[in-house]
């Protein structure tokens, strides 16, 4: 499976994106997806994942309740959706997918990662 980020872009605080992640591969449908977030100087966070298994999603304390995660398996994408954005969100953000059926929140469990998509939120 290959992942490709796009939808970044700037946007006013208070604004919303809309981020889409195609993975390439039979097997997406199988894949616990997840999306990270890199700001400058810091480490890489978890932002949100959602299970290949009933579809299960979970999200980071910082984007809980402005961000949601979704897929569509038919056409291999899944999507993060984020409103209300802060300029604490301005990152560059990555998908990323695992073959674990549960959810993590820790980078090391994921083995497939995109190329990433900048978000800038500035007025």
């Known amino acids: 499976v290959q992942l490709q980020a796009s939808g970044g872009g700037l946007v006013q605080p208070g604004g919303s994106l809309r981020l889409s992640c195609a993975a390439s591969g039979r097997t997406f449908s199988r894949y616990t997806m997840g999306w990270f977030r890199q700001a400058p100087g810091k480490e890489r966070e978890f932002v949100a994942a959602i299970s290949w298994i009933g579809g299960r999603t979970y999200y980071g304390d910082s984007v809980k309740g402005r961000f949601t995660i979704s897929r569509d398996s038919a056409k291999n994408v899944v999507y993060l959706q984020q409103n209300i954005l802060k300029p604490e969100d301005t990152a560059v953000y990555y998908c990323?997918?695992?073959?674990?059926?549960?959810?993590?929140?820790?980078?090391?469990?994921?083995?497939?990662w995109g190329q990433g998509t900048l978000v800038t939120v500035s007025s």
């Open positions: 990323a997918a695992t073959t674990k059926s549960l959810i993590s929140t820790m980078r090391a469990e994921y083995d497939l």
